[in-house]
């Protein structure tokens, strides 16, 4: 009977990274899924990466910490994950004070920038004018969750005993 230093139960993205993070460290580790083709939240997922929106002195950390794994990822993996940096635009509605909205996000750790309506509109011009009173905007990383799940289970499978 094999022993294993660890088991990590689900090969979404937190289990296959769990798993491909504890294996560089050289343990023993045993992945377990119960679909060999995935249905899981991984397969649905956007893809985004808000890094900006630590609050606490951990979130911060886990946020800087996950983003620069994100930078380097591809090139340890072999893989493209398609990171990127995109644009991300709140928009605020028209009802609502954008001031106070802004205000609201001052607490991130990058917080997004207050646009008016006329730049946001600018940025994307397919915003429904009327019904917003301006919009924030803040870069937000972004990686194809699939092809990065996928790339995670080859290189585990290359690390069997
Ligand atoms: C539409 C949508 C969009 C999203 N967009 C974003 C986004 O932009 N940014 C973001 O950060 N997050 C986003 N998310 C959330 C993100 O997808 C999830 O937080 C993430 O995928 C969770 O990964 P996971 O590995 O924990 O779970 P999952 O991907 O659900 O994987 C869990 C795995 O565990 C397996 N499993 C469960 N129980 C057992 C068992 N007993 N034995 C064996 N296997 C088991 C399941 O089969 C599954 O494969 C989005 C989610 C959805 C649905």
């Not at 899981?40 to 890094?51: D, E, H, I, P, V």
């Not at 794994?69 to 644009?87: G, Q």
Request: hydrophobic share 40%; with cysteine; glycine share 6%.
């Amino acid at each position: 009977m094999k022993t294993y230093d660890w088991i990590v139960v689900g090969a979404g993205i937190t289990g296959a990274a769990l798993a491909y993070e504890l294996v560089k460290k050289d343990c023993k580790v045993l992945l377990l899924e119960q679909y060999a083709t995935p249905r899981n939240a991984t397969r649905y997922s956007y893809g985004g990466l808000a890094f900006w929106c630590g609050v606490t002195p951990l979130t911060r950390q886990l946020c800087d910490e996950g983003i620069a794994r994100h930078r380097i990822l591809s090139e340890e993996l072999d893989a493209d994950t398609e990171f990127r940096k995109l644009d991300l635009l709140l928009t605020i509605s028209a009802d609502t004070d954008p001031a106070s909205v802004a205000a609201s996000y001052t607490r991130f750790a990058i917080p997004p920038k207050l646009l008016s309506l006329k730049e946001a509109c600018e940025l994307e011009p397919l915003l429904n004018q009327e019904v917003i009173a301006g919009a924030l905007t803040v870069k937000h990383g972004h990686i194809h969750p699939g092809k990065t799940t996928t790339r995670l289970h080859q290189r585990l499978f290359a690390c069997r005993w």
